[in-house]
């Protein structure tokens, strides 16, 4: 075998490699004529097992046996498919699957010219150019044309014309007659989860060429094989630094978290999901299996479980999406565990990433526009790009800047992020579900004032949650006696005291699984959530002073939290079990946060408006009676005024006073001096 050339050693393998007595790659070429692809996918692992000599040589001098392989591709398609390997003129290999992967980190000066495979996240990706790949060059003097092959970053062209006898320096490039391949820059970055203690994470860019280009997009998990090389960097008119930037030439890219429905699953994997979804109490175990080292929070962690699997985006004729991601708040008070929870979920989910309010801008959360070493702007994803189709995790959503907060109203409800800065309009998905933790405004908690008072957010957030947990540390002597049992086993044996019952790779797989089933709600669980609607719209009143308990946004909300449920089943069908399970699970959330605490009835207003409809009423009692006493006197004495309210409203001046503190903050009335409230211009209209 040694004494042949390289070119037929590979053409050797591509002829006779045999898998279970098929040969492997022969089906491939003759597959490519029908498919119209220039590129064969290799699997390194079969060349070492068939010549691990020319592996080894492939590894250590890739440009020099990656045109061996192209050639050797040529030669054995011209006797597959001679009309193919003609009209085609030229093939490409591209190897996957390198024995040894190697973090970014790890790539150095040693690593120069070889072969290399390596793991990271796209983190942007520039629009795709032609590249240059055959020059052509007309002599002004004589038209004799030249081509020149174009290797390297720079173009090159002949000095002086090559016809004998003309020695013309003046030569034009042709365009139209230049051969060119499409080309696309991305910038690679080390993965979390590869990051050391304390260090910052690495970056290279890679070039891609040919049916690469366009492959990887921003917030994709790839494993990249290629060639690294180095760019000296330079200064300006100074010149030429000795130092080099590291850049990498792709031959394969291979893209392992582009979506959910990618994670591969063996045909045992598959059997023991199927098994375990027959099993009664797998709903328990899955909710035992969500973060088992946090002790309690079970209404928690099955919301989490519903988050994770999600219901089903619709798209209707109109053009009109539904968005079938689920967003759950959580506000608790310190110590409750909410970020191990937040940072649980970024692990498992099969797409995840966890950010901090205060560290996190607007851009970083949507996408920053960014200049290019050639003068260009391009976009750089942020987290909520990166997080499309999977979970973003907003751990502290209260201390974000309220301006870096607007940017994630849109990608609540439409699921997009639309962006125009740089002369770039765009718009980019964020499907993502977002789980997002607040602390409360006062430390702690105060179940005597409502949300809105008890948390820094904006109703305009608020509203697009479907399910909102408040987690209070209250003391009970049962529960923290078995709480405080569960930790100090942890701390003294370093591990979970029972092991979950599915381990988080298999949650994540059947995760990944559930998600792909389509559900389709029947009509006797659409009759039980409708019958849900109405009990508490009526249960509003007809009369307009009665609180509004549940509005469309909560149904839209439940059907979707229905559809989460059956797929951990994995049925294609939501049963009325089904929604009286989500159903109570609402009324727990909406009993935290929905209820007006001065009536303790369920208003949905609380969340909607940040005001529940009974103070709504009251200040509209008070700014009326100043309205009445204004026409008698002009501007109202402050002491009259809590006098009246008391004798005909039987309101106490506390109560009262409080109103027209709120009235004033509101700019609805004013005090033009001391003692005295006036309406303002708007108001008395």
């Not at 109570?584 to 959330?589: A, C, I, K, N, Q």
């Not at 909607?608 to 501007?635: C, F, N, Q, Y």
């Amino acid at each position: 075998m040694s004494a042949q050339s390289p070119e037929q050693r590979f053409q050797n393998f591509l002829r006779d490699f045999k898998v279970e007595n098929k040969e492997k790659y022969r089906q491939r070429l003759s597959q490519m004529a029908t498919s119209n692809t220039r590129a064969v996918t290799i699997g390194f692992e079969d060349l070492i097992n068939y010549d691990e000599k020319f592996a080894r040589e492939l590894n250590a001098n890739p440009d020099e046996y990656l045109d061996y392989c192209n050639r050797a591709i040529w030669a054995q398609m011209k006797m597959e498919d001679p009309e193919y390997a003609e009209s085609a003129k030229g093939f490409i290999a591209r190897f996957r699957g390198l024995p040894e992967r190697s973090s970014l980190r790890e790539v150095g000066s040693q690593n120069l010219g070889r072969f290399l495979s390596v793991d990271g996240i796209v983190v942007r990706a520039s629009q795709v150019k032609p590249y240059l790949t055959k020059a052509v060059f007309e002599c002004r003097r004589c038209k004799a044309t030249v081509q020149v092959e174009q290797k390297g970053l720079f173009m090159k062209g002949p000095s002086t014309c090559p016809r004998p006898g003309c020695k013309s320096k003046y030569l034009d490039f042709k365009e139209k007659e230049s051969t060119y391949i499409n080309s696309q820059e991305i910038r690679l970055q080390e993965r979390p989860e590869d990051l050391p203690p304390g260090q910052l994470p690495r970056s290279m860019d890679v070039r891609q060429l040919e049916d690469l280009a366009d492959v990887a997009r921003p917030g994709d998990r790839v494993t990249i094989t290629g060639i690294v090389r180095a760019e000296q960097e330079y200064i300006g008119r100074k010149g030429r630094l000795r130092t080099f930037n590291l850049y990498m030439d792709a031959n394969h890219v291979e893209v392992s978290g582009k979506e959910v429905e990618t994670v591969e699953l063996t045909a045992e994997e598959r059997e023991k999901i199927l098994e375990l979804s027959k099993d009664p109490w797998i709903h328990r175990k899955l909710i035992m299996s969500i973060a088992p080292s946090i002790y309690g929070y079970d209404d928690m962690k099955e919301a989490i479980l519903y988050l994770l699997f999600g219901g089903v985006p619709k798209k209707l004729p109109d053009g009109i999406t539904i968005r079938g991601d689920i967003n759950i708040l959580f506000v608790g008070d310190p110590g409750t565990a909410k970020s191990q929870l937040l940072q649980y979920v970024s692990r498992v989910a099969p797409r995840g990433l966890y950010t901090s309010g205060r560290g996190s801008t607007a851009a970083g959360l949507t996408a920053a526009v960014v200049r290019e070493k050639s003068g260009g702007m391009v976009l750089e994803a942020g987290a909520l790009v990166l997080a499309d189709r999977g979970v973003c995790s907003i751990d502290e959503i209260d201390k974000m800047k309220p301006d870096d907060r607007v940017a994630i109203h849109e990608a609540m409800e439409q699921q997009t992020i639309s962006i125009a800065k740089g002369g770039i309009v765009a718009t980019l998905n964020a499907r993502d579900s977002i789980l997002a933790a607040a602390n409360p405004a006062l430390g702690r908690y105060d179940p005597y004032r409502n949300i809105n008072e008890n948390i820094n957010l904006p109703v305009t957030i608020l509203s697009r949650f479907d399910l909102i947990f408040v987690m209070r540390d209250v003391p009970e002597p049962e529960l923290d006696s078995r709480m405080s049992e569960h930790i100090l086993t942890l701390h003294r044996l370093r591990s979970v005291a029972e092991a979950p019952p599915l381990p988080p790779d298999l949650l994540r797989k059947y995760i990944s699984y559930a998600k792909k089933i389509e559900t389709t709600l029947t009509d006797e669980a659409a009759a039980e959530l409708k019958d849900f609607y109405l009990k508490m719209r009526s249960s509003s009143g007809s009369s307009a002073e009665s609180p509004i308990a549940i509005t469309p946004r909560q149904l839209e909300a439940l059907v979707r939290l229905c559809e989460a449920r059956s797929k951990a089943y994995l049925r294609e069908k939501v049963t009325v079990e089904d929604a009286r399970a989500i159903i109570r699970l609402m009324t727990v959330s909406l009993q935290d946060v929905g209820i007006d605490t001065s009536t303790g009835k369920i208003d949905i207003d609380v969340i909607m408006t940040g005001r529940p409809k009974s103070l709504v009423d009251r200040m509209k009692e008070v700014l009326d009676l100043i309205a009445d006493m204004e026409k008698e006197s002009g501007a109202v004495s402050e002491s009259k005024l809590y006098e009246v309210l008391q004798e005909k409203r039987g309101m106490s001046e506390e109560q009262s006073k409080m109103l027209v503190g709120r009235l004033i903050r509101d700019g609805v009335i004013y005090s033009p001096e001391d003692g005295k409230i006036k309406r303002t211009a708007g108001s008395s209209g």
